[in-house]
């Protein structure tokens, strides 16, 4: 049930952290550049993206509707603010060199700012699970399998070679939005980093198979069981645990441990790379995100309900 508590407010807050917040390491951790403007919107968003899996029927509309929106104002209420000071700091940041230390803490405070979200979000995601049927459940898993269809698609077409150019253009289009244009030489350095990675998209597949498989399981085994809202909370808490450890999967622990490592080394190479103008650029996006997050911090909930408008 990981991408059902985290998905819906932390899509939208994910650019702080899955992207921004704390030095950036995030740019390059997942990748959504059009966080901030969808922020705003994202409760509504969050909806469609809900209902693109579940199908929910007209009972359940609107709690999840409200439920969702309070969950917004909440984060808008309690986190957003926490992250000022933390986007002050990135943007500070840049002017000095950036050790792979450094960003390997800031790893750990965004996951464990993740988890903040999770945990709160958690009653919510068990009132969920508890209202689905067995045909949205299936629903569910069906999403799941395009979706695996479309990563191969995207990730699993030709040689290493053409892999590891493919997920280079990715990275670089991150960095362009932080940092404006590379030159030539800046580029060749930043594809030698990107290369550096370890790249085994089948046994990231494998990995997310494996999370998707464990919460229909979990999903199934609530609707049969119908277990208390308080034992759910507790049956979903454990699951994102397990989720964010790959399960004690060893091959997928090994892995993701490399691969972050090395993506950190390429973090810190682009930081310390950067020229006058490029830390400019990167300290004006960084002051846009302060300015908006500190904006959409002070809405009033009534004002988010009002922004729901889907039907």
């Known amino acids: 049930m990981q991408n059902f508590i985290m998905r819906p407010l932390y899509k939208f807050a994910q650019t702080f952290g899955n992207q921004m917040v704390i030095g950036l390491l ?21 909806y469609f993206w809900l209902n693109g899996y579940v199908g929910f029927d007209a009972d359940q509309k609107p709690w999840i509707k409200k439920e969702l929106a309070n969950l917004f104002a909440w984060h808008r209420r309690t986190q957003l603010p926490e992250y000022l000071p933390l986007l002050e700091q990135a943007k500070k940041r840049v002017q000095a060199p950036v050790g792979e230390a450094e960003l390997a803490r800031d790893y750990e405070e965004i996951r464990r700012r993740m988890l903040v979200i999770t945990d709160r979000a958690a009653p919510v995601a068990a009132d969920l699970a508890l209202a689905l049927r067995p045909e949205q459940i299936a629903n569910i898993e069906k999403k799941f399998a395009d979706n695996n269809e479309k ?139 302060i300015t908006d997050f500190d904006t959409l911090s002070r809405l009033d909930p009534p004002q988010a309900a009002q922004r729901i408008t889907v039907k």
């Open 151 to 289: 990563f191969r698609k995207e990730h699993l077409r030709g040689d290493l070679a053409q892999r590891q150019r493919d997920r280079f253009k990715r990275s670089m289009k991150q960095a362009e939005i932080w940092f404006g244009n590379f030159s030539g030489e800046q580029e060749r350095l930043i594809r030698q980093l990107s290369d550096a990675r370890p790249m085994d998209d089948e046994l990231v597949l494998a990995d997310r198979m494996q999370r998707q498989a464990e919460m229909i399981r979990l999903l199934q085994r609530i609707e049969a069981e119908k277990p208390t809202r308080e034992a759910t909370v507790g049956m979903i808490r454990q699951y994102v645990s397990g989720a964010m450890d790959h399960f004690d999967h060893p091959e997928y622990q090994n892995y993701f441990e490399k691969y972050r490592a090395a993506q950190i080394r390429m973090v810190a190479g682009i930081f310390n790379m950067s020229t006058p103008a490029q830390k400019q650029h990167f300290e004006e996006a960084v002051q846009a995100w």
């Open 26 to 46: 995030v740019v390059f951790l997942s990748g959504c550049s059009m966080a901030r403007l969808g922020y705003n919107n994202g409760e509504t968003v969050s």
